[in-house]
């Protein structure tokens, strides 16, 4: 029988089991932020870095954000506890136990190396520690994962340049680059010459724009660093040619709605704007971005949208999780079976209980 096109409606009351069922990828997480409080305190002690906090309720409490830079600030303060190998392995290892507990069957994980590199931490030791642990939960998991490379847009351009000549030892363990960091005041443009140089050496590319910058930095991203995928992307609802574009072109947003709640993109749940994204045809998919810091990994930010945005429905549902596949750097064939798959847990959630 051939994969339904779209898939059967399934009652609300039944979404929030969906939801957790479905299988999805993420395409929007940073591997540090999957650092949490418990880990970082452990990592700590094993490798003798203080913290500026007395214990791990101190540093939760830290975790009230007004803004990105507020976030960001706490993030690489927590990462400065990574070191060695086994470090990074270790980090990656939980985020992918827990990723398959929510039935995240590929993860596209960012990593920032700049943040390492400057305190003296060899590329090749960031790199090793994360492939291994992705290598791993292939084998012993069934998840597949990959690594995207994040350049630092606070820092410059050359900066950039230097991390991408470290890594070119490493380049068969990464598909990608991307953006991050502060946005207002750091343009796409800004990166030109060293995306253009990672469209040349075959890498994929990505980059955070439209998160808390404007719409304006969303055309940049794709005229001129030419990404595939805009990460985050929710200010393109203020420029009605823009969200054109992106529908026309099916170029995928990966929007983190817990992420724009803590960082106080949207001051509601209630109020984000997923919906009209995707009623208008954009390519939205769900991801959880920073889930120790944010409250919550894949799941929690799936059920948290559904049930506080009522218009949602199974439909969208399937959408999001069709597009986080369609989105996806793998091969046709391989996202064509996990896109069967996801049409067979439809499947079987609309027949009767
Ligand atoms: O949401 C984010 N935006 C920009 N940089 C980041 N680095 C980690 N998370 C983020
Ligand atoms: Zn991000």
Redesign the pocket.
Known sequence: MPAPTTPPPIARERLPALLAAMPKAELHI?I??SLEPEMIFALAQRNGVALPYADVEALRRAYAFTD?QS??DI?YAGASVLLYEQDFYDMARAYLLRAAQDNVVHAEI?F?PQTHTARGVAMETVVNGLYRATQDAQAELGTSSSLIL?FLRHLSEEDAFATLEQAQPFLDRIIGVGL????VGNPPEKFARVFARCGELGLHRVA?AG?EGPAAYIWSALDVLKVERI??GVQAIQDPALMRRLAEERIALTV?PL?NLK?CVFPELAQHNIRQLLDAGLAATVNS??PAYFGGYLNQNFTELFAAVPELTSQHAWQLAHNSFAASFVPDEQRRAWQNRLDDCFERFAQPA
């Not at 991050?180 to 946005?183: A, G, L, R």
């Open positions: 940073h540090e932020g990105l976030f960001l993030y960012f920032d994040c991050d960091s502060s946005e955070h998160e990460d985050h983190c992420s960082l971005d920073d």
